[in-house]
């Protein structure tokens, strides 16, 4: 292999590298909006008792991301499917 093979290969690798950082930090801040999106739907959603609201929100923001995905299929997505029903 010469010398501009091995350039080549180095300029792939670097782009390589430089596309999975972007990937990696875009998917960083869609995950940060989609968390932060979760709690403010649950700061304004109507729950039965007060307490309930004060758990989600608490476990929203100690847990983060996983518990932002359980709050959206657990209660969000539920509740967003019996409004289409009426």
Partial sequence: MGAEGLIAGGIVL???II?????IISLAIAATVF???MIIDCAKREFRDE???IVWIVVLVLLGIVAAI????A???Q???KRKKK
Avoid: A, Q
């Fill in 19 to 23: 596309f999975l950082v972007i990937l």
């Fill in 79 to 81: 509740e967003d499917m």
């Fill in 75 to 77: 209660v969000k997505r």
């Fill in 14 to 16: 670097i782009c390589l």
């Fill in 35 to 37: 968390w932060i999106l």
């Fill in 70 to 73: 359980v709050y959206y299929f």
């Fill in 51 to 53: 307490s309930t609201k």
